[in-house]
């Protein structure tokens, strides 16, 4: 598995752009950025080279940690998968296509699309020293225009962007994105209740055009949970210095929630159970609240039953369960 951290070239890279840089001006850019995401702005709040790197300083972490949690949950579904390329949808600093590098050592060709300039300058800095990722193809764009003109690639990502673009065009450009899927396509939002409906809105898109789920869904079926649930998961990661003094904050851990989807063109071999929520480890039983093949199940693990109870102790928010746990 990936680890949740950003990768030691990064954070190199993200440590030699702060030198002479204020945090206390990082800081409050970090702010209103964030103040703009929440009323629905997007990336039309980073406008300049302030703007993208505390941006990076104060998201990156945390979206790179979900991506690769994704893509975790992905190459274990799929552990044959070896992607030659990528297609990075809305790439802004890059965070997606570092996770992606870091996941699959096969990934060769690299092409980053979004229409914000300064995060496009921030992306190619950052992976300026890289062994990797030096090569870039960043092109800079309106969604659609770009990814039209894009060739096609082995694994499509579509990191926190979705939300970005108005509803009318949400279903034109993700029905472009798979037209660009060579095998997979990966789409990973915010854990939130709106965030989950974009991703199920998605998901039943591109299940009529013909994808299976790969992950985190063991069927293609219709999602069990019905309002006000809704299905996200969590990862929890470092905090550098830095990133504790952008969002003024004493925690040295922070969790991500998120929501995603992977959807492949071929249906995989197996597709196991998904733990829904952290289980609840009692000293009579364990309990969990599981995704199956065959809809939503609550599961209770009785401790008499030790070898199942020792198994279900283990099992985590988010995890794969195989038939034979």
Request: a neutral charge.
């Amino acid at each position: 598995m990936t680890a949740p951290d950003l990768p030691a070239e990064l954070k190199v890279a993200l440590d030699a752009r702060l030198q002479g840089f204020s945090r206390n001006e990082a800081a409050d850019a970090a702010a209103s950025i964030s103040r703009t995401y929440r009323d629905g702005g997007g990336s039309t709040a980073i406008r300049s080279e302030t703007d993208a790197l505390a941006y990076a300083l104060a998201r990156m972490p945390a979206t790179y940690a979900a991506v690769t949690a994704s893509l975790n949950a992905l190459r274990e579904i799929n552990p044959g998968f070896a992607p030659q390329n990528l297609l990075d949808v809305g790439a802004g600093p890059g965070t997606a296509t570092w996770a992606a590098a870091e996941t699959f050592s096969s990934l060769q060709g690299f092409a980053l699309l979004d229409a914000n300039s300064a995060l496009r300058a921030l992306a190619l800095d950052l992976a300026g020293n890289s062994t990797r990722l030096r090569e870039l193809d960043y092109r800079r764009g309106e969604a659609r225009a770009t990814l039209a003109a894009a060739d096609p690639a082995d694994l499509v990502i579509a990191s926190y962007m979705i939300g970005e673009v108005g509803e009318p065009e949400r279903s034109a450009l993700i029905e472009l994105m798979w037209a660009k899927t060579r095998d997979t396509l990966l789409i990973v939002e915010p854990g939130t209740p709106a965030g989950y409906a974009r991703i199920i809105a998605a998901r039943q898109q591109l299940i009529a055009a013909g994808a299976h789920v790969a992950a985190p869904c063991p069927h293609d079926g219709q999602c069990p949970l019905s309002t006000p649930d809704w299905c996200h998961f969590t990862q929890r990661l470092p905090r550098s210095r830095a990133h504790k003094q952008i969002k003024d904050a004493e925690l040295p851990f922070e969790d991500e929630k998120f929501s995603y989807v992977a959807l492949t063109r071929a249906p995989v071999a197996s597709r196991p159970t998904r733990v829904l929520a952290q289980p609840i480890v009692g000293k009579v039983e364990v309990t969990a609240k599981l995704c199956t093949p065959d809809g939503l199940v609550m599961a209770k693990v009785p401790r008499r039953a030790k070898a199942d109870y020792a198994r279900a102790r283990r099992w985590r928010w988010g995890d794969a369960v195989m038939a034979e746990d």
